[in-house]
């Protein structure tokens, strides 16, 4: 088991920055750690990951150049930079934990084993 806990979510003006954390325990973790997003009354959608191991990135294109996912292994956290933040960018985020084997696209919330609780970002025009 892995169990993720989000924190840093908050209200800020369009154009500002905030920094989520996904702090991972648990079961020792190797595979990837993904933040996803979901607006009021729409699916959960793909928004960044990184291998926790490899370090290798990956990012939805409507956040490429404006949000940074990076890790700190030795605090077991995730950390998903949002900068330039939009309106648009106003939902729940959650981190997710994968196995490296597991079935699916990195994208795929199916692909995706273990979700912490949520953080609300609210970005205000």
């Known amino acids: 088991q892995v169990q993720l806990v989000e924190s840093g979510g908050g209200l800020v003006q369009a154009g500002g920055s905030l920094r989520l954390s996904c702090a991972a325990s648990?079961?020792?973790?190797?595979?990837?750690i993904g933040w996803f997003l979901q607006a009021p009354g729409k699916e959960r959608e793909f928004v960044a990951a990184?291998?926790?191991?490899?370090?290798?990135?990956t990012y939805a294109d409507s956040v490429r150049g404006r949000f940074t996912i990076s890790r700190d292994n030795a605090k077991s956290t995730v950390y998903l930079q949002m900068n330039s933040l939009k309106p648009e960018d106003t939902a729940v985020y959650y981190c997710?934990?994968?196995?490296?084997?597991?079935?699916?696209?990195?994208?795929?919330?199916?692909?995706?084993?273990?979700w912490g609780q949520g953080t609300q970002v609210t970005v205000s025009s």
């Open positions: 648990g079961r020792t973790f190797r595979g990837y």
């Open positions: 997710a934990a994968r196995w490296v084997g597991a079935m699916g696209v990195i994208a795929s919330v199916g692909a995706y084993d273990y």
């Open positions: 990184i291998g926790w191991n490899i370090g290798s990135t």
